[in-house]
């Protein structure tokens, strides 16, 4: 499985940005993508996750409320739409996928590369 993430950006506190995972390769419907991010001098965290198959998700207490996990099967594309965003989600944002939904990154075997998302106050 690849994965290109894409769409972070600088936004003010308040705003809203959407990014996107293209997910390429085989046996799609085996797999959960999921989107973790990492502030610099921080570990990397779950932020979102979404059955390929079933569209069940899984959201971070953090960022319940504010983010929106969803998938386009047709575009073999999963999205993180963020709402009211915060300094504190100012990071690189990464999707990943696998064969377990959940938090847990050691789960996560394939890895697209990051998009910086930047919100200032």
């Known amino acids: 499985v690849q994965l290109q993430a894409s769409g972070g950006g600088s936004v003010q506190a308040g705003g809203s940005l959407r990014l996107s995972c293209e997910v390429s390769g085989r046996a799609l419907n085996d797999y959960a993508i999921g989107w973790f991010r990492q502030a610099p001098g921080k570990e990397r965290d779950f932020v979102a996750a979404?059955?390929?198959?079933?569209?069940?998700?899984l959201y971070a207490d953090s960022v319940k409320g504010r983010f929106a996990i969803s998938r386009n099967n047709a575009k073999n594309t999963v999205y993180l739409q963020m709402y009211r965003l915060r300094p504190e989600d100012t990071a690189v944002y990464y999707c990943?996928?696998?064969?377990?939904?959940?938090?847990?990154?050691?789960?996560?075997?394939?890895w697209g590369q990051g998009t910086q998302v930047t919100v200032s106050s």
């Open positions: 990943a996928a696998s064969t377990i939904r959940g938090s847990n990154i050691a789960n996560y075997h394939h």
């Open positions: 979404i059955s390929w198959l079933s569209g069940n998700m």
